[in-house]
């Protein structure tokens, strides 16, 4: 069964861009969370997606937004790039809700940003 | 989410047994236990979760203290392979999902040959 596929793998912007980012989940599986991981602030929750409605989001601003497909497959979108947007980016998916029975995390190798 | 306490770091022979303590006193009662790793440049790996019982699969054990406020991961049999950062995270599930997760800084386990 193929993992969690992320693309692009790795980006360079500079500030003021945008950029969106994709992840293709496990096949069968309905749950979509992504995160940032820094090395300051280590792994933190941006959000869920679940039957393409968003479940759940994380403390961070609104120029960070997602969206997910009727395939299950999500992109997020970080606008008005700024230095601090530089980090991996890690997609994962789940069986169920993330968090629960059935909602153990399967994360993709991410998507490593870097603003300039 | 109750907060979890883990050591930093921590050394293991390879072929020995790695024992991983997390300490969550404050957890509540809908609150699942779940162990992640994450090897240097990966994305994080899940291991194993469990609510009350112990719990055993083919990476790993996870055994729960009867109160629930602390728990063990155990490598049976640790490789090289098994060095990285290791993640205990209690989270609190209801039937319309859970909060993200709070991963913390986890244990970086080192397997020395």
């Known amino acids: 069964k193929a993992g969690v596929t992320q693309t692009p793998r790795y980006l360079i912007k500079t500030r003021g861009q945008q950029v969106t980012l994709s992840c293709s989940p496990i096949s069968g599986h309905r749950s979509v969370s992504w995160y940032q991981q820094t090395p300051g602030q280590g792994l933190q929750f941006l959000f869920e997606?679940?039957?393409?409605?968003?479940?759940n989001k994380g403390n961070f601003p609104g120029r960070f937004s997602g969206r997910q497909f009727s395939n299950s497959r999500s992109e997020m979108n970080v606008s008005t790039l700024e230095l601090g947007d530089s980090a991996l980016y890690l997609c994962?998916?789940?069986?169920?809700?993330?968090?629960?029975?059935?909602?153990?995390?399967?994360f993709g190798e991410g998507s490593r940003l870097t603003v300039l | 989410d109750a907060k979890t306490t883990q050591p930093p770091s921590m050394d293991c022979a390879e072929g020995r047994a790695a024992n991983l303590p997390c300490n969550h006193s404050t957890i509540s009662g809908n609150e699942y236990v779940y162990w992640y790793r994450q090897i240097h440049s990966q994305g994080p790996q899940y291991i194993i979760h469990?609510?009350?019982n112990n719990e055993t699969n083919e990476m790993a054990s996870l055994i729960i203290t009867e109160d629930r406020k602390s728990s063990t991961l155990i490598l049976p049999h640790a490789t090289l392979r098994d060095t990285a950062v290791y993640y205990c995270i209690a989270v609190a599930y209801s039937g319309g999902g859970a909060d993200g997760l709070t991963f913390g800084k986890g244990t970086h386990l080192i397997i020395q040959p």
């Open positions: 994962a998916s789940s069986p169920g809700l993330a968090g629960g029975p059935g909602g153990e995390l399967f």
């Open positions: 469990g609510l009350k």
């Open positions: 997606y679940f039957s393409e409605t968003q479940r």
